[in-house]
T-cell receptor, first 116, second 114 residues
Framework: DTGVSQNPRHKITKRGQNVTFRCDPI?????LYWYRQTLGQGPEFLTY????????KSRLLSDRFSAERPKGSFSTLEIQRTEQGDSAMYLC??????????????FGQGTRLTVV | AQSVAQPEDQVNVAEGNPLTVKCTYS??????LFWYVQYPNRGLQFLLK??????LVKGSYGFEAEFNKSQTSFHLKKPSALVSDSALYFC????????????FGTGTRLQVFP
């Protein structure tokens, strides 16, 4: 296993278009997180899955954002009607959390979104 | 609310000299603290963590961090800096509730000069 994988690495889109990003976590990890990082800032939490269930969403996640994790494996993050303010690095992370076993979060390389 | 502060936007150090990157935290309950490093166009890489136990935590690439409860600090240190250590460093605290989400500081850029 090569770690958390994110695709695409870069995405340039016109304002108003929809975009979708994919994250493949480390295979045995049951938790998956999406973060957003803008220039000069630390990553900010967007949403979190435990297996296939989306258990928490940040207030940063407007109605234009939706995330899924079908079958508890890969996850997708879709942004509808993109705005220039959506330009950022979108980071995915995964971790394992079971009774008696807990790992730190492992991050993918991110998808850099530019809305023009 | 949980938070971390990194008071320095940038730290400059000469190669071979010791380095310190500062982090202070504010949490309710026991803090779970982390350091991550980010190289250009790369994701975050885990360096080390403090959960319980010894206040001095050793991590990857020769880095260590000292947990100080009285000063609510978790400073990252390395005895001898390398040019290749130049990167963006993030301190983070883990939300103690079910999500385990991380709350990050704003980051400190470390520049090591040859």
């Amino acid at each position: 296993d090569t770690g958390v994988s994110q695709n695409p690495r870069h995405k340039i889109t016109k304002r108003g278009q929809n975009v979708t990003f994919r994250c493949d976590p480390i295979s045995e990890h049951n938790r998956l997180y999406w973060y957003r990082q803008t220039l000069g800032q630390g990553p900010e939490f967007l949403t979190y899955f435990q297996n296939e269930a989306q258990l928490e969403k940040s207030r940063l996640l407007s109605d234009r954002f939706s995330a899924e994790r079908p079958k508890g494996s890969f996850s997708t993050l879709e942004i509808q009607r993109t705005e220039q303010g959506d330009s950022a690095m979108y980071l995915c992370a995964s971790s394992l959390s079971l009774a008696g076993a807990r790992t730190e979060a492992f991050f993918g390389q991110g998808t850099r979104l530019t809305v023009v | 609310a949980q938070s971390v502060a990194q008071p320095e936007d940038q730290v400059n150090v000469a190669e071979g000299n010791p380095l310190t990157v500062k982090c202070t935290y504010s949490v309710s309950g026991n803090p779970y603290l982390f350091w991550y490093v980010q190289y250009p166009n790369r994701g975050l890489q885990f360096l080390l963590k403090y959960i319980t136990g010894d206040n001095l935590v050793k991590g990857s690439y020769g880095f260590e961090a000292e947990f100080n409860k009285s000063q609510t600090s978790f400073h990252l240190k390395k005895p001898s800096a390398l040019v290749s250590d130049s990167a963006l460093y993030f301190c983070a605290v883990r939300d103690p509730h079910n999500t385990d989400k991380l709350i990050f500081g704003t980051g400190t850029r470390l520049q090591v000069f040859p």
